[in-house]
């Protein structure tokens, strides 16, 4: 855990830039630390594990809960319940089940829609052809308020190419008057930042490696 690392890289981005604690897999006590200094906002990707954290940690009111993970049909319903913010809807189905489920609850998440600019299986995500296509159609959902889109890319690329990719999502959420693009992790934030990144999702850079 390096509150120090977390320091440097708050004081070094735009005001418009936001921090996405990555806490999956670190324990509520690192949790605890940083929120001490600060940050607000944590980012869960396992349903269960999240549960456990927010229950210990639930008199910390200014924490915001993200959901990162993949999401699986039959946990939207806690996710919905228990998330201000969803970084990972990669379908339209499943985005339309959140609507759904929305109204059900009495809830509207902040969403931000996985977008996939590059052949990679390891990835899902809407392609930017076909989410522009099904625009008007996402805008009539109910109960969700979309904010922006999300991309995660490859592994093993070069700093001009996640620059191409970043950028390539940036305008993509121009083009559809999105305010939010949550890009740029601990190996390329900075790169995130110069395309128009307004959340960067920091795990090991803050928390330092998994165990």
């Given amino acids: 855990m390096n509150p120090a690392n977390y320091l440097k890289i708050k004081n070094k981005i735009p005001s418009n830039v ?5 806490s999956k897999g670190f324990k509520s006590q690192d949790i605890k630390i940083i929120q001490n200094i600060g940050q607000n906002d944590f980012g869960e990707s396992k349903v269960q594990e999240a549960f456990e954290k927010q229950s210990t ?7 915001n809960w993200h959901f990162i993970g993949r999401i699986q049909s039959n ?10 913010y969803i970084h990972s809807v990669d ?3 499943k985005l339309q089940k959140i609507s759904n489920i929305s109204l059900q609850e009495k809830k ?10 590059s052949e990679d299986p390891t990835k899902g995500g809407f392609k930017p052809e076909f989410l522009i296509l099904k625009w008007k159609e996402i805008q ?3 109960n969700i308020s979309l904010t922006g889109l999300m991309t995660i890319n490859p592994k093993g690329l070069s700093s001009k190419e996640n620059s191409v990719l970043f950028k390539k999502c940036r305008e993509l959420a ?7 693009c949550s890009m740029g992790m601990s190996g390329d934030w900075e790169e995130a930042i110069d395309a128009g990144s307004t959340w960067l999702r920091l ?3 803050i928390f330092g490696g998994r165990s």
């Fill in 18 to 22: 936001n921090i996405l604690a990555v």
């Fill in 57 to 63: 940690l639930k008199d910390l009111k200014e924490i």
């Fill in 75 to 84: 946990k939207i319903r806690k996710v919905v319940q228990n998330f201000k």
């Fill in 91 to 93: 379908s339209f189905e």
């Fill in 108 to 117: 509207c998440p902040l969403i931000m829609l996985q977008v996939k600019l």
């Fill in 140 to 142: 009539k959902l109910k």
């Fill in 174 to 180: 121009d083009s559809l008057q999105l305010p939010d």
């Fill in 203 to 205: 795990g090991s850079i």
